[in-house]
Structure formats: structure tokens, C-alpha cells
């Protein structure tokens, strides 16, 4: 198809997920790809696109990466899926084995879905049966924090708090409690990141003492509140949050959709506050931005509670797609990549580098908390409301995928960006800044 066929029929036939779909007649561009190539996305005529937020956050190692796509080749001439209930098979196992090892055998038991939003569901869902079965039946609520997001669905909804995303269907939902963000943003003058820890850490603590015994579980993303707009904040947060869990007996569930397999510079975020959750939610770059795969890692003592001769007291949650070998087989690939080439060793060079190429961005007058954590860098910009969709274009016009939220403009490239690609980028997005500054 010509780029002019894809667009047509693009708009006529699909209709195109967070999106107003009328924007797309004046000023929102849908852009065609044909094919993508390491960085690189291209449309029919040859035009290129950096994909400098790894197609929302997804792709680790590249488009059509030879490696994955060697492995999916192979697994496609043995199995493509089978039924997860009552059957198994290799690939699933290797990657649970291989995951729970990542986790030092502390979260043992995988259980599989497609997308992070049901990942989100799967830990609410096992927090709260546990509780039931456990006898604890008044410990049935959620706290969230303040701008987190995860997940879409009307459950992962309920622990969702971004008005865009949550307010047109409030009345569907059961919203869960909500406490400060630890957003180091916040810090006032004299004040460090530490600081603001440990004041969300203290609010946390009243609500915990007051509300504990019909609390099942707290839901945080570590490190990096993604859809709030990168809002990072120290791992001190995770240190105390973790230490109130134990002291309230409530569940902790990292959401590391976003922030595992890498992006936050150690394989799991949590890790760099020497802490592990209950329940961690992996998705996203699991599979290395190839397939739909999602999966929630737990701990023996959840596990025993549902190991039972009650039918019931089993977790029966399930989706067709649980455990989709080639789904797994792309997993386990990326996860050879990570081992062969030492990813996050390089990625520390690699982020460090890209850092100090944005650095006269950083100090550009109307720019504001240039952050940084692991491959994620971010920072937001003093300008109207229309700022944002402008650089978008302006970012496109000069080669760049660049997608900001509001006004924070971010970076999350995969983890093949090299010294060029780095100066491509950097270069770009300061002309974006200042052409969509006008
Ligand atoms: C993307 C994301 C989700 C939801 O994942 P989907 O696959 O889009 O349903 C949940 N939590 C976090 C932190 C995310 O970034």
C-alpha cells in the first residue's frame, strides 16, 4: 500500500487507541510504517522515523531484531500456543524459572496474561482472595498513589489516578484509596528527594495505622510514575513503603510494567531499594516489544494460601492467550540478549552519554526538572497547553519519535541507541523545543 492508501484506509477502518479520533483531520499527523530496522521506522517513500520511546515503551532491542526474530522462527516450526490449563510446555517454563531466578527465588510462582492492564487485575484479584482465604475477610481495599497509572481496564481503573484516563467512567468504578506521591518534583526549597520520601512515606503510615485492616494491598510503580509525566521519586519511598507493609500486614504490588526489564538501570526497579514486593507485574519490554505477554511473579507464602482441595480456593482466573509459547520464546531471547551483550552495564554508558548531550536542553530557560533515572529522561516545559501536541510535530518534521504528556517531554529509547543516534537525537529534539516554542 502507498502511504496515501494506509492513511485513508487507516482512518476509515481502525479506529486508533488514545485518540481523539476528529484531531487526526487538522492538526494530529498519522504517520504510516512499512517496516522498521533497528531505531528506525519507515513509511512507503522511504521516511524515517527515530523511535526514540520505544513504540510506548515496549521495544528493548530494536525493530525486527535478528536475534528475537530467529528464535520466533524457530519456535513457529514447533508450537504457536497451547492451552495452559491442564498443559505445558518449555518455553514457559524456562522463562518462569529464568524470571523467578532474576528475583533471587524470592517471588517462585509465574502466572501469565497478555497485556499490563490484566497483570494489574491478577494482582488485585490474588491479594484479595488471599486475604479471603486466609479468613481475613475485611481486608478487601486498595491504596494507590497520587498520578499512578496502571492499566486501563475498569479494575486496573480503580487503582488509575489520571483524570484523563479514570474521570469519564468514574461512576463504574470502585476507586481505591489515595496517598501522597513520593514525586521528587515536590521538594521545597532546602529540601531533597529524600525528604519528600520520606513525607509521602509519613502519610502513608497515618493511613495504613487508621484504615490496616481493610486494607488487602498498596499498588506503586517504583522509581518512575510513568503516565503522571516520569514523575521519579527516591527509593527511600520503596525502603519505608515496604517496611509499613510488614508492620500493617498489607500486600505490596510493584507495577514494574513500565520501569522492569532494565528501563529504571537494574533489572527490576524495586532492587535498587533492596526491597521485594509481594506481587510484581511485569509487561512492556518482556517480551522485547514483539508480543502481548504479561505476567505477575508472587511469593510461596500467596502461593500456599491458594493450595488447597477446595476448588474454590484456587486462583480460576484465566485468559485464552495465558503462557502463548511464542510470546515466552520472544521473552527468553530478550532475556538472552541481556546476559549476552550485558545490557545494563552498557546502558549506564548509554544513558550517561545521552544526559550530557541534553544538557544545554536541561539548562534551556524554559525548561524545568530535567530528570533522569536508568534509560528514562525526562523533563517538563514552562508553555501553554498547546506545547506538547507542537512538538510532537515538530519532532516528526525532524525524524524523531517523541510522544510527550502534557508538557513533559521524555526519552525512553531501546537499548541499542548508539554514539550517533544519541547526537541525532539529542540535536533534533532541542530544534523541536525551540521551534515548538514560537
Ligand atoms: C502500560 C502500563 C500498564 C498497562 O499496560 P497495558 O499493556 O497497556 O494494559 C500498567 N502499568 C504501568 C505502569 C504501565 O506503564
Redesign the pocket.
Known amino acids: 500500500m502507498s502511504n496515501a492508501d494506509l492513511l485513508r484506509r487507516s482512518l476509515a477502518a481502525v479506529w486508533h487507541p488514545c485518540t481523539q479520533m476528529k484531531q487526526h483531520t487538522h492538526d494530529l499527523p498519522l504517520v504510516p510504517v512499512v517496516r522498521g530496522e533497528g531505531l528506525w521506522l519507515y513509511d512507503a517513500d522511504g521516511r524515517r522515523y527515530l523511535d526514540a520511546i520505544s513504540s ?2 515496549v521495544n528493548l532491542f530494536g525493530h525486527c531484531n535478528p536475534r528475537i526474530n530467529a528464535a520466533l522462527a524457530d519456535q513457529l516450526g514447533k508450537l504457536e500456543h497451547v492451552i495452559l490449563a491442564g498443559f505445558t510446555h518449555e518455553p514457559v517454563v524456562q522463562l518462569s524459572e529464568r524470571l523467578s531466578a532474576l528475583t533471587g527465588g524470592a517471588l517462585g510462582h509465574c502466572f501469565y496474561a497478555s ?6 487485575e491478577i494482582a488485585l484479584k490474588m491479594s484479595f482472595h488471599y486475604w479471603q482465604n486466609r479468613g481475613r475477610t475485611p481486608k478487601r481495599e486498595f491504596v494507590a498513589l497520587a498520578g ?6 475498569v479494575g ?1 481503573l480503580a487503582v488509575t489516578d489520571v483524570a484523563i484516563f479514570r474521570d469519564a467512567y468514574a461512576p463504574l468504578i470502585r476507586a481505591a484509596h489515595v496517598v501522597p506521591s513520593p514525586d521528587a518534583r515536590q521538594a521545597g526549597p532546602g529540601e531533597t528527594a529524600v525528604d519528600v520520601a520520606r513525607r509521602a512515606a509519613a502519610a502513608l503510615e497515618a493511613f495504613l495505622e487508621a484504615e490496616h485492616e481493610r486494607i488487602a494491598a498498596l499498588i506503586v ?1 517504583p522509581l518512575v ?3 503522571a509525566g516520569m514523575a521519579m521519586h527516591d527509593p527511600e519511598y520503596l525502603r519505608l513503603a515496604r517496611a509499613l507493609c510488614d508492620r500493617f500486614e498489607v500486600h505490596l504490588i510493584c ?5 522492569g526489564c532494565g528501563r529504571s538501570g537494574t533489572f527490576f526497579a524495586h532492587e535498587q531499594a533492596s526491597i521485594r514486593p509481594d506481587f510484581l ?1 511485569l ?2 519490554g518482556i517480551s522485547g516489544g514483539y508480543l ?1 505477554l ?1 505476567v505477575v511473579l508472587t511469593t510461596d507464602t500467596v502461593y500456599a494460601a491458594f493450595y488447597d482441595d477446595a476448588t474454590v480456593k484456587g486462583f480460576l482466573h484465566s485468559h485464552s492467550y495465558t503462557g502463548n509459547a511464542l510470546a515466552c520464546r520472544a521473552a527468553l531471547a530478550t532475556l538472552d540478549i541481556f546476559e549476552a551483550d550485558d545490557v545494563l552495564v552498557q546502558n549506564q554508558a548509554r544513558g550517561d552519554r545521552l544526559e550530557a548531550l541534553l544538557a544545554p536542553l536541561a539548562a534551556h530557560e524554559k525548561v524545568r526538572h530535567f530528570r533522569r533515572r536508568g534509560m528514562i529522561l525526562a523533563f517538563d516545559v514552562d508553555a501553554d497547553p498547546g506545547f506538547g501536541r507542537r512538538f510532537y510535530r515538530e519532532a516528526l518534521a525532524r525524524e524523531l519519535l517523541l510522544r510527550p504528556m502534557g508538557n513533559t517531554v521524555y526519552f525512553m529509547p531501546p537499548y541499542i541507541l548508539g554514539d550517533n543516534d544519541a547526537d541525532f537525537l539529542a540535536a533534533g529534539a532541542s530544534a523541536a523545543l525551540e521551534a515548538a516554542l514560537q
Open positions: 510506548w515503551w497485556d499490563g492492564a490484566s497483570a494489574t499512578g497509572y496502571h492499566g486501563e481496564t486496573a510503580e510514575q510513568g503516565a507495577d514494574e510494567i513500565a520501569v507485574c509487561s512492556k502481548p504479561s
